[in-house]
């Protein structure tokens, strides 16, 4: 009897330990990180993949057009100590990335060109013969384009304000100001030619982009802010409802100022949603042996992103803003 007593007791300790155990991994949910791109969504809606810097795809899945497309990004080495030339293989290997993953054929409207430094401006002369585009931009970039024998009907002046149709889309370009980091200022007069030092490529005029598409409503729903600077009330009578926020810079400049920042790009523009991008380090590339890279941010010796992405966190906590950080190959979705 005594056996028998014991041996129910053991199965009676064994069935609630099984129970436990069974209640404890049903209460468990494993780590999953949901791909971001998988909104409500479909993929035929007006789209836009970030590409480090402030390069961006954006397409309606009829035309496909650029902000920038830079994506030499030469090794620091050769930046600071080399002329640097248009890196081929390396822009081959992200646009074919780039057209698989927005699922649209090889072929771009345009490329509308931030400023002329080279981190914005060196490879959409070149980008634009392969693909068929027509680079917008200021004078000085176009002294790019020309240094590149792009041919003038592929190259389209705006001096100061003006817009530019893409397709289904219309782009409006806004005369800004770069982020005050020193590198700023002056006009390329003559044709840069290549190879050429990355100080040869003169600033010429920054633009911030407003972006309509009337799949998306009359008035405009993005405004994409390529550098950390403002021309104060320039968004005057702008409201969006996604901001794409250059940081290039930021975390070396005052709190005073990264707030004034904030206030002319987000705050008087009514947005809800803002996306930052120009925060990493562009000597490191997107692409390495066919396989597509995550971006670094940059040195702290350069920048110092952990206290600009602190205060923006910050500002758009206080404001009951969306904040995200991009990533490159990271599709935003309208
Ligand atoms: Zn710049």
Not at 176 to 187: D, E, L, N, Q, W
Not at 274 to 283: A, C, E, R
Request: glycine share 8%; hydrophobic share 45%; charged share 15%.
């Amino acid at each position: 009897m005594r056996v028998l007593r014991v041996a129910l007791y053991t199965l009676c300790v064994l069935a609630l330990l099984g129970l436990g155990a069974l209640v404890f991994l049903l209460k468990t949910h494993p780590t999953v990180r949901f791909p971001e791109s998988l909104e409500t969504k479909t993929s035929e809606s007006v789209r836009t993949l970030f590409l480090g810097t402030s390069s961006m795809a954006w397409t309606d899945g009829q035309s496909t057009w650029l902000v920038d497309g830079f994506f030499s990004r030469q090794p620091l080495g050769n930046v600071v100590f080399t002329r640097l030339t248009v890196d081929e293989m390396q822009i081959n290997a992200v646009t074919a990335e780039m057209f698989k993953r927005l699922n649209m054929p090889s072929a771009l409207s345009g490329i509308v060109v931030a400023h002329s430094h080279y981190d914005h401006s060196m490879d959409a002369p070149f980008l634009a013969k392969q693909f068929g585009a027509k680079v917008v931009g200021s004078e000085s970039t176009w002294q790019i384009a020309k240094g590149q024998d792009l041919p003038a009907t592929q190259m389209e002046l705006v001096p100061g304000r003006g817009r530019v149709k893409l397709g289904e889309f219309e782009i409006e370009l806004i005369q800004s100001a770069h982020a005050p980091t020193g590198f700023t200022g002056g006009f390329n007069s003559k044709p840069v030619f290549l190879p050429a030092h990355a100080l040869q490529f003169k600033e010429g005029i920054s633009y911030s982009f407003v972006v309509s598409h009337p799949g998306l409503g009359p008035g405009p729903f993005a405004l994409i802010q390529p550098s950390a600077g403002y021309v104060e009330g320039q968004n005057k009578g702008i409201a969006v409802k996604h901001v794409f926020l250059g940081m290039g810079g930021l975390g070396k400049l005052s709190e005073a100022y990264i707030e004034k920042y904030w206030q002319e790009m987000v705050m008087n523009t009514g947005a809800s949603n803002v996306y930052l991008i120009h925060w990493d380090d562009f000597t490191q590339p997107l692409m390495k042996q066919g396989q597509s890279q995550a971006l670094k941010p940059m040195p702290k010796l350069l920048d110092d992103l952990e206290k600009s992405l602190e205060l923006l966190k910050m500002f758009s906590k206080r404001d009951g803003v969306n904040l995200q950080v991009l990533d490159a190959w990271q599709m935003v979705y309208f």
